[in-house]
């Protein structure tokens, strides 16, 4: 019985994971500065300030996508480790 549930609970962070990773780094970090400057650029009010803070983000984005999924995965793996000892028990 334990060991379905370390089963279940580190499948269910992989998924928030690779999800909250694709929220974040996917749609906070790259789609929507992306889309800023778009109409910034198509109404003429862009800003170097602004244009300096969207570049940095979509820079980031990757990386910020990367991290996120990896602390899950770690933590995910943990519970896969302790299913595993629970079987071998």
Avoid: Q
């Amino acid at each position: 019985m334990k060991k379905n549930f370390y089963k279940v609970i580190a499948c269910i962070i992989s998924v928030l994971g690779t999800v909250l990773s694709i929220y974040v780094g996917g749609y906070w970090l790259l789609v929507r500065p992306v889309k800023y400057l778009y109409f910034a650029v198509m109404n003429h009010t862009i800003t170097t300030k602004a244009l300096a803070i969207c570049i940095t983000k979509i820079f980031f984005a990757s990386t910020a996508t990367g991290g996120i999924w990896s602390i899950c995965d770690i933590i995910a793996g943990k519970f896969r480790d302790r299913a595993a000892l629970c079987e071998k028990a």
